[in-house]
């Protein structure tokens, strides 16, 4: 934490003092104010695009573990495979319909399997269940 407020306290310390440099530059050689202004405009441009880069990268995570599923909870829960199969689906983001026509049923017979998840799980929602089921390591 001391290195970072180091470090930016010396950016900021070096930018006022390009600033100062570039005031007594325009007052000593009269250059023009339009050229100022645009110095002053390309720099906090340039520091905007870096701050901006710096602080809304995205962070790597790393899995060091892979997914292990709980068997004992999908028992204890009493969820079938099937349900299993639409809670996976739920999961990456499938809609219901979706969801049918990929394991090749109805619309309602998904809609019968996410309402026995839902009271399986002890939820009232999606995200919720797939939440749960993570939570639950039903699926990664």
Do not use: C
């Not at 202004?37 to 060091?64: H, M, Q």
């Not at 219901?96 to 809609?111: E, G, M, P, R």
């Amino acid at each position: 934490m001391k290195r970072t407020i180091l470090f930016y306290g010396l950016t900021l310390a070096s930018l006022v003092f390009l600033l100062k440099f570039l005031e007594y530059r325009f007052i000593i050689r009269d250059l023009s104010l339009e050229f100022y202004f645009g110095i002053v405009a390309i720099l906090f441009t340039a520091i905007g695009i870096w701050a901006g880069l710096r602080l809304t990268r995205k962070r790597v995570v790393i899995a060091t573990s892979e997914f292990i599923l709980n068997e004992s909870e999908l028992l204890r829960l009493g969820i079938s495979k099937r349900e299993h199969e639409v809670l996976g689906l739920m999961a990456q983001g499938f809609s219901n319909q979706q969801i049918a026509d990929k394991l090749f049923v109805s619309l309602n017979t998904i809609k019968t399997h996410s309402s026995n998840l839902f009271l399986k799980l002890e939820v009232s929602r999606r995200t919720q269940a797939v939440q749960k089921a993570k939570e639950l390591r039903l699926i990664p």
